[in-house]
Nanobody, 115 residues
Framework: QVQLVESGGGLVQAGGSLRLSCAAS????????MGWYRQAPGKQRELVAT???????TYAGSLKGRFTISRDNAKNLVYLQMNSLKPEDTAVYFC?????????WGQGTQVTVSS
């Protein structure tokens, strides 16, 4: 059974940084794509960033330049480096493997940015 476990969330002041990690219970070597999404209170879940096996990335337009996705296929890990955090980045951040209908989601990790 596929499991994705996110970690690294927490409370940070505006302007600070966090690095999220997503550990997969299976090999991600051939998984296209691996991604991060987020859901703020009262809002729909939205794309943050994805990365395919070739290293190509996509980012939500407003986040490019502040957030960086990476993956370590050997360790089955996906990372999200978040810099210059803003209060509007407060959300639960989810890791996603693959695309619907063959996708899997983690349970999420809370990121709270205080002003």
């Amino acid at each position: 059974q596929v499991q994705l476990v996110e970690s690294g969330g927490g409370l940070v002041q505006a302007g600070g940084s966090l690095r999220l990690s997503c550990a997969a219970s299976v090999s991600i070597f051939s998984i296209n794509p691996m991604g991060w999404y987020r859901q703020a209170p009262g809002k729909q879940r939205e794309l943050v960033a994805t990365m395919d096996t070739g290293g190509s990335t996509t980012y939500a337009g407003s986040l490019k330049g502040r957030f960086t996705i990476s993956r370590d296929n050997a360790k089955n890990l996906v990372y999200l480096q978040m810099n210059s955090l803003k209060p509007e980045d407060t959300a639960v951040y989810f890791c996603r493997m693959g695309l619907a209908p063959y996708d899997y989601w983690g349970q999420g990790t809370q990121v709270t940015v205080s002003s």
